[in-house]
């Protein structure tokens, strides 16, 4: 082979260069590396100091078509070799298959013997520095600094490890990022939205399982009587930059809000608003009370579909079991409410509500419930009934009973009462307090009450008629045909007057009290008939419910 020649790396080898996999064999590689268009094939011999490797692999190189031969002349024309005053300040970058060309010095390139380009070869020798300062080797060309640049791996891994440094900066920002610092602004947003003072207890940022801004500890309102524990806000990012923003949902959970404020709010407003900078789409509320006065009302949840103008266009709320389901809507009078129920039974309380419907009107300071019509102790209930907690507490209301089971009835308000046949009538009630416990043991009340097909159990009426004057009945039971009466309720005793009881041939009438210990008093005329005679037999009714004694007047 001519050592004259100068080889150049054709495009193909420059690719090869950036790819391992097109080159793997590690004599090859190291040649090719070093075939810069400037070195003859005497100065790789003398750089690599193996000619059979050097001879051997610029063959097959050349044949693979990864060099080409250059021009000789051109290519020496390339070559500069440095004066004798030029000093080095270092090594030059080479490639990691490369070995350290000859001493510099001479003005001219001075082929070396294999035996001394062997000692400068950086395989498993060390790289010292010449006794002058001056460097021994020769610069490395721009070609192999970008073949060390641009091995694989390395803008890769350096593009990789920014990228990851970047996204740990980025999540650190968004957690330590002092988020109290919007808390005036949100304070106020949602003073005006409340219509009364906010104060925001803490701001921070929820990143799993999606991201959401948390605001915790909402006091609504200068007595704190309206609290919310938790408001999410769902893809925050929205609040970057300049309004207006539209937040697509907001998630309040655990509030307790008097009635007074949600009659207050610009979602349930009769008139539309301006709706400003911020709007929302949808809310989601979880366990919610509603407080009218100090009565709070059944944990709540459900969702809010809101207008473009601010305004709720639905509002569908329900308990926590589903038994009861509430629709709001605005409207110029207040907000207007239906329910339906089904199996509802009220928290506390031992009544049953089979089915329920009803319109109601909330409205500041007042609730009034209208077109109420509900089965329940086996019965149907139908009427209206006002709450009003602006001084204190009052109540008022009205309602038709049809068909209601006696036995229910007597089971709830006296136990000691073994009473069956079915009830209807109708009732009329009021009680006022200073709260919603106080109002209930002032609760008046006047029931126009018949019974039919009914069994009064514990006394036998008819007996006395029966034995007549001086005669003392404790047991037994008198069925009747009919049974009617006034019942008044208030100041902690039941007056039932105007009693008429039909069994057939005997009857009765007369009035009884009923204290709050349960005893009773009263006054009977039973009379019984047969075809021939009547027989009338003044009476007197005491004892208790449970043990009621009837004694016949001499």
């Known amino acids: 082979m001519d050592r004259s020649l100068i080889y150049a790396k054709t495009p193909v080898g420059d690719e090869a260069v950036r790819q391992r996999t097109r080159v793997v064999q590690r004599n ?69 298959f490369s070995t350290f060309g000859p001493k510099s ?68 920002l968004l957690l330590f990022y002092p988020y109290g610092n919007f808390r005036p602004a949100i304070e106020a947003s949602l003073s005006q939205l409340f219509a009364a003072p906010v104060r925001v207890g803490s701001v921070s940022l929820q990143v799993l399982p999606k991201p ?40 309040l959970s655990a509030a307790v809000l008097a009635a007074d404020r949600l009659v207050d709010l610009r979602l349930f407003g009769a008139r539309p608003e301006q709706t400003g900078d911020l709007s929302i789409r949808r809310i989601e509320v979880e366990k919610l009370t509603v407080m009218l006065g100090d009565l709070a009302v059944p944990e709540l949840s459900g969702d809010v579909i809101v207008r473009n103008d601010g305004t709720a266009e639905k509002a569908v709320f329900r308990t926590v079991d589903g038994s009861l389901r ?26 049953n509500f089979e089915s329920l419907q009803a319109m109601g009107l909330l409205q500041k300071n007042r609730l009034l419930v209208q077109r109420l019509d509900t089965t329940f102790l086996g019965g149907i209930l139908k009427g209206n009934w006002l709450v009003d907690w602006s001084a204190g507490m009052v109540m008022a209301g009205e309602a038709s009973l049809a068909r209601l089971d006696t036995r229910k009835v007597s089971s709830l308000l006296a136990p000691a009462l073994r009473l069956e046949g079915e009830l209807s009538g109708s009732l009329r009630m009021r009680a006022t307090g200073t ?68 069994a057939g041939l005997m009857t009765a009438k007369g009035q009884l009290t009923v204290e709050a210990d349960g005893r009773v008093d009263g006054v009977l005329s039973v009379q019984a008939r047969s075809s021939v005679s009547r027989i009338v037999v003044p009476a007197r009714l005491s004892g208790t419910l449970g043990e009621m004694t009837v004694v016949a007047d001499n």
């Open 28 to 96: 090859l590689r190291m040649v090719l590396l070093q075939v810069d268009g400037s070195l003859s094939v005497d100065d790789l011999i003398a750089k690599i100091g193996n000619q059979r490797l050097v001879e051997t692999a610029l063959k097959e190189l050349e044949d693979g078509g990864f060099i080409a031969v250059s021009s000789a002349a051109e290519g020496r024309e390339k070559v500069r070799s440095p004066s004798p005053g030029e000093s080095f300040s270092g090594f030059s970058v080479v490639s990691e």
């Open 435 to 502: 709260g919603w416990h106080d109002m209930l043991a002032g609760i008046e009340a006047s029931l126009d009450a018949e019974m039919s097909r009914g069994l009064l159990t514990g006394i036998d009426v008819g007996e006395v008629a029966r034995r007549g004057s001086g005669a003392i009945v404790r047991s037994g039971a008198t069925r009747f045909d009919t049974l009617a009466a006034r019942l008044d309720i208030g100041g902690g005793r039941v007056v039932v007057r105007s009693i008429e009881l039909d």
């Open 326 to 351: 509430l629709l709001a809507v605005p409207s110029p009078q207040g907000i207007l409410l239906t329910a339906d129920g089904l199996s509802w039974k009220p928290e506390g309380s031992s009544v």
């Open 212 to 251: 959401k801004l948390l605001l915790s500890d909402v006091v609504i309102g200068e007595r704190g009587e309206s609290r919310i524990a938790t408001v999410a806000v769902d893809a925050p990012y929205v609040l970057l930059g300049k309004g207006p923003y539209r937040i697509d949902s907001v998630t």
């Open 105 to 172: 010095g001479a003005p001219s390139v001075i082929p070396v013997s294999s035996q001394v380009a062997a000692s400068f070869s950086t395989f498993g020798k060390p790289m010292l520095a010449a006794p002058n300062g001056q460097s021994q080797l020769p610069p490395a060309s721009n070609e192999q600094a970008k073949v060390r640049l641009s091995r694989p791996g390395g803008w890769g891994g350096w593009l990789l490890g920014a990228g990851g440094l970047l996204l740990l900066a980025l999540i650190a």
